[in-house]
């Protein structure tokens, strides 16, 4: 009983994974229970559902509404580390993706003594187990590696994701009834101090006792490979080379083809990578390598260290050099942002904007600052155009979008600050307007008051005419967002907002990054959400409750390359693909001053054009107006995002996919900005217009250019220096367009060698564009590009 009672596992429950202040401390047995029971039916359900169809995006969506579990221990204030305050010497053990049914490895894992409890992950493709271990918080991680290779040792095929190395490692709840939880289970004795020594987490000296089964020993060469596993790690989409390496140097340090082919089968067989393929490698280095064989002998009395091998690999063996660069070869050598080839709108547009937006860019000195003024002009428009709504996949979109300007320091990005000028006054109009409501909302109340007051006092008798009721509240309206503020205070004004479109306006993008950082201000999820106009809402004792069905605001910041780092860390951040990014390139040259500014009312030119956009405004918020594309343009639209789609997950990063899909909503919101502009400035009162060729083209171009500045940018993205490196986006593209018809390996190796691409990218590039049937193999290294791949054409040709 006292067995029992001592594993009994105290863990942490989150409702949200963004509502992190406040946990409730449950057992793993009720946690267990509710997974088993069908508590998170509903919406797990909805995830799998999302996930079967393909719906990538809408999955992670759901995914991150899901409750979170801290296996780990009992946490206090919020989710980090240092709000641990009872460690319960549990690991939780992710296996994402299983090789098979995941069921049948969830048995599996039942199985092994020393396995606590296990579910089917949420996504249904993975596991989830828990296991008991006797070390300290300080050595979780320790133990988390220990227990990994207890665990890719008795299940062969699964692979650990090490990010759920921490203690305060999270996981998502899910729906399975088949789930286990047992009362006890075997505490796993981690030595810690042994595997200090080593320096490294080692594998388990002796396996773990299967129910009904032997207890095999550990020999050198499995201790062998554990060492040279964490001393290299394996990386997908390179099992090949990986074996290959590791091979080689098991040849070197003397042990037999027969073992070692039996152990790497046992380890490494999987769907995608069979016995077949394992026996050959294994077989071809032993064969060839013959003379090699115990040039560097293993002795495990002397602690020789396996990862020392690979690092002298071609001494050991000389087997091919598979290899990768330390930088990664994908995208060629580095490039300045200069030499990227980023055209400039051309003022040639000028001619085709409606005259409000014309007469804004129209003071603009060069190129570059008419680019960065159109883009101003056009988003901080798109927040005073009430009432005017659009349809893209059925779903209803209004026209604010977030813009970012990107240049470093004196490159001229303050020349939009002028433009908050045009919005200010449909601002004030608003805010006035909404002042007279809440002064008349005062009145009533007050009246409201005074007459409950006397019937509770029956100090007046009842008088004839109608019986005051309470007002609803009304509460200031103020459409301008600060980048300072909290993310409670951002859905209560949004809230209050509710009809109308806020803006974002910061010419400095610290404001926003400074704040994003702060517990109050982490409303980054927010931004997300509001790019999409999906529901947001907030809860507290002292602001009360505020649902926000359909949030509407635009965005329009300008930083420098650090600061966007700062914002968006990585490609793989939703934010980064919800923003229409501009990169300022070229050199930029001093500014003389002019003899205009001996004009005073040259300081308020865009005063001026502010009012005309507050008559805009008041026009359409009296006329709704539903915008929507023409068949020709949907079909023109499609076929370009189509390729493009299609280029970036053959020849690009996948994460930028999203980037791709998410301008064509850019471009559809940008042509209703100019034809909501059109029709304000006509004075027009039809209620469904068809967006103009001209102003359709005009929306296009912008859209499509500003699609290469953030492709660019998606190159520097994982990079943290402070000197920001960036490389053709189009690399791998173009190599592929260059290519005759038909074509030999040894070919298009040469030439990506000219251009920076590594061997292993032409690799995967030209197995992808097998799958995505731009290619077939005709044998003997030979390629032949079918009808679709002959139309990828160069990127300078279009």
């Known amino acids: 009983m006292s067995e029992l009672k001592k594993q009994q596992v105290e863990c942490s429950f989150y409702e ?33 559902s999302y996930k079967a169809a393909g719906d990538t995006e809408r999955a992670d969506n759901a995914k991150k509404k899901l409750p979170l579990l801290v296996a780990g221990g009992v946490m206090e204030g919020g989710r980090k580390l240092e709000h641990m305050v009872r460690y319960s010497r549990c690991t939780t053990i992710d296996l994402d993706d299983v090789p098979g049914d995941p069921l049948d490895f969830l048995r599996r894992a039942e199985t092994l003594d020393y396995v606590k409890a296990g579910h089917i992950s949420p996504s249904g493709t993975g596991n989830k187990l828990f296991v008991l271990v006797d070390s300290s918080l300080p050595d979780h991680v320790t133990a988390f590696g220990y227990v990994s290779r207890m665990i890719e040792r008795d299940l062969p095929g699964v692979k650990v994701d090490t990010s759920g190395k921490d203690a305060n490692r999270s996981c998502f709840v899910s729906y399975d009834p088949d789930a286990f939880y047992k009362e006890v289970a075997q505490v796993v004795h981690v030595p810690v101090d042994e595997l200090k020594a080593e320096k490294q987490p080692a594998a388990p000296a002796v ?64 769907p995608g990578f069979g016995e077949k393929e394992i026996r050959g490698i294994v077989a071809d280095i032993y064969r060839r390598y013959r003379s090699a064989h115990g040039c560097n002998p293993y002795d495990p009395s002397k602690g020789a260290k396996p990862g020392a091998c690979l690092k002298n690999l071609k001494n050991l063996s000389p087997a091919p050099d598979f290899s990768t660069p330390e930088d990664d070869g994908s995208m060629g050598f580095d490039i300045e942002a200069e030499d990227a080839r980023l055209p400039h709108f051309g003022r040639d547009l000028f001619d085709r904007l409606p005259k409000l937006l014309a007469d804004a ?67 004030r109009y608003v805010a006035d307007m909404s002042r007279h409501d809440v002064e008349q909302y005062k009145k009533e109340k007050e009246t409201y008051d005074t007459y409950k007051f006397q019937q509770r006092y029956g100090k007046k008798k009842t008088t004839a005419g109608p019986v005051p009721t309470e007002p609803k509240p009304v509460f200031l309206k103020q459409l301008h967002m600060s980048g300072y503020t909290t993310m409670a205070r951002m859905i209560e004004q949004l809230h209050i907002n509710d009809h109308y479109a806020s803006l974002m306006f910061e010419t400095e993008l610290e404001s926003v990054t400074v704040t994003l950082t702060q517990d109050f201000g982490g409303y980054g999820y927010l931004l ?24 509407m605001m635009g965005l329009l910041a300008t930083g420098t390359p650090g600061m966007l780092a700062q914002l968006v860390p990585s490609t793989e951040s939703g934010l980064f693909s919800r923003l229409l990014i501009y990169k300022i390139t070229g050199h930029t040259e001093y500014r003389p001053l002019t003899s205009s500014d001996n004009v005073r009312q040259n300081a308020f030119y865009y005063d001026g054009l502010g009012l005309r956009l507050l008559d805009i405004a008041i026009h359409l918020d009296k006329s709704p107006t ?37 301008h064509r909503l850019i471009i559809f919101r940008m042509a209703m900005v100019l034809t909501a502009l059109r029709k304000g400035e006509s004075l027009s009162t039809d209620a469904h217009i068809e967006i103009s060729d001209e102003d359709f083209e005009t929306a ?45 390996i040894t070919e298009i190796l040469e030439l990506a060698s000219v251009r920076g ?25 030979c390629y032949r590009k079918t009808e679709e791949g002959k139309n990828v054409k160069n990127s300078e040709t279009d």
């Open 207 to 270: 396996r773990a006792i299967r129910r009904g089964g032997g207890q095999p020993g550990a020999n050198a060469l499995s201790n062998y490979i554990d060492r040279f596993e964490s001393d290299n790690p394996f990386a997908d989409g390179g099992r090949h080379s990986y074996l290959v390496r590791l091979t080689s140097a098991l040849n070197s340090a003397g042990f037999s083809e027969y073992e070692v082919e039996t152990e790497c089968l046992r380890r490494y067989s999987e």
């Open 361 to 427: 860019v129209a003071p603009a000195a060069d190129d570059t600052e008419f680019d960065l003024m159109l883009l101003a002009g056009l988003t901080v428009c798109s927040t005073a155009l009430p009432g005017v709504t659009g349809n893209l996949k059925d779903e209803p979109y209004a026209p604010p979008f977030y813009t970012l300007l990107i240049g470093p320091s004196g490159s001229g990005k303050g020349c939009i600050h002028a433009m908050h000028k045009v919005v200010e006054p449909w601002q």
């Open 700 to 744: 296009f171009h912008i859209g499509t250019r500003t699609l290469q500045h953030s492709l660019l940018i998606s190159t520097s993205m994982k990079h943290s220096k402070a000197e920001h490196h960036y490389k053709i986006p189009t690399i791998q593209l173009d190599l592929f367009a260059d290519m005759p018809d038909e074509f030999r």
């Open 16 to 48: 949200s994974a963004f509502k992190t202040a406040v946990c409730v401390t449950v057992s793993l047995e009720s946690y267990l229970a509710g997974v088993k029971n069908g508590k998170y039916e509903a919406l797990v359900k909805r995830l799998r």
């Open 757 to 781: 691409i590594s061997r292993a990218t032409v690799y995967r590039m030209l197995k992808k564009a097998q799958e995505y049937k731009l290619l077939i193999s005709v044998g003997a290294g």
């Open 626 to 662: 539903f915008v929507s594309f023409s068949d020709k343009q949907r079909k023109r639209l499609d076929r370009y995002f189509k390729r493009e789609y299609y280029n970036v997950r053959v020849f690009n990063n996948n994460d930028v996919a999203s980037v791709v899909l998410r």
């Open 528 to 551: 997300n959400q509001i790019f999409h106009h999906e529901t947001i809402s907030s809860s507290s004792k002292t602001n009360g409750s505020f649902l926000v069905r359909r949030p």
